[in-house]
């Protein structure tokens, strides 16, 4: 079993629409988790991080479920510009730990 | 404030021969990572230092892979000799610790094509 594993996608989406991903990590130390944005041919960047109680920004909503072992990523209102892969990323004593990503299309 | 500097940015080598990367992290940035990224998978860790000190190289490849950061900022990673699975994009990246965790940055990553 990976220890970090993402919904394989692809995810296609029309704009506007709203897109959720899911992320589930093997173990349970982790303690700090973020989601990455990786466009083509370009090198990841951190999209947010996510914390216990979880948190939004903008149009980007992130929740933790310790109990459960996975981390989501909601993205409200889709536009062209989203259309990337989305990594999640599980953090135990700054050994980082990379899903395989899920790509996101949307299209108008 | 100037991002994490790699060079180069694209490297064509036949297979046998060596190859070598250089990373410049962002300056207070103590941790520095090399990762490899396989299409369409995501970076996997090679080696992880803090300082000039390697604390984590258990998936650095040693018979063929080596890496260095000697006075604890600038890093470079070797190849030698190279075979044609090692074909992937090396990215290095330095980290932040802040309250909730660590914040890794990106650089724009190496990407090594072996023939």
């Known amino acids: 079993r990976k220890e970090v594993e993402q919904d394989p996608g692809p995810f296609n989406v029309p704009e506007g629409a709203t897109v959720a991903f899911n992320c589930t990590y093997s173990?349970?130390?982790?303690?700090?988790f973020f989601w990455y944005r990786q466009d083509c041919r370009k090198e990841p960047k951190l999209l947010m991080s996510v914390y216990s109680s979880g948190n939004e920004d903008g149009r980007f909503t992130a929740q933790l479920n310790r109990a459960s072992q996975y981390i989501s990523l909601l993205i409200r209102d889709s536009k062209l510009s989203d259309s990337a892969t989305y990594l999640c990323v599980v953090n135990g004593n700054n050994d980082m730990r990379f899903g395989a990503g899920t790509r996101l299309t949307v299209k108008p | 404030e100037a991002g994490v500097v790699q060079s180069p940015r694209y490297k064509i080598i036949e297979k046998k021969q060596p190859v070598a990367f250089w990373c410049n992290p962002i300056s207070g940035h103590n941790t520095l990572y090399w990762y490899r990224q396989n299409l369409g998978q995501g970076p996997e860790l090679l080696i992880r230092?803090?300082?000039?000190?390697?604390?984590?190289d258990s998936q650095l490849p040693k018979d063929r892979f080596s890496a260095e950061r000697l006075k604890g900022v600038d890093s470079t990673l070797k190849i030698q000799p190279a075979e044609l699975g090692d074909s992937a994009v090396y990215l290095c990246?330095?980290?932040?610790?802040?309250?909730?965790?660590?914040?890794?940055?990106f650089g724009p990553g190496t990407r090594l094509t072996v023939t």
């Open positions: 230092y803090e300082n000039e000190e390697a604390v984590d």
């Open positions: 990246a330095s980290s932040l610790q802040r309250e909730w965790g660590y914040e890794q940055y």
């Open positions: 173990n349970s130390a982790s303690q700090s």
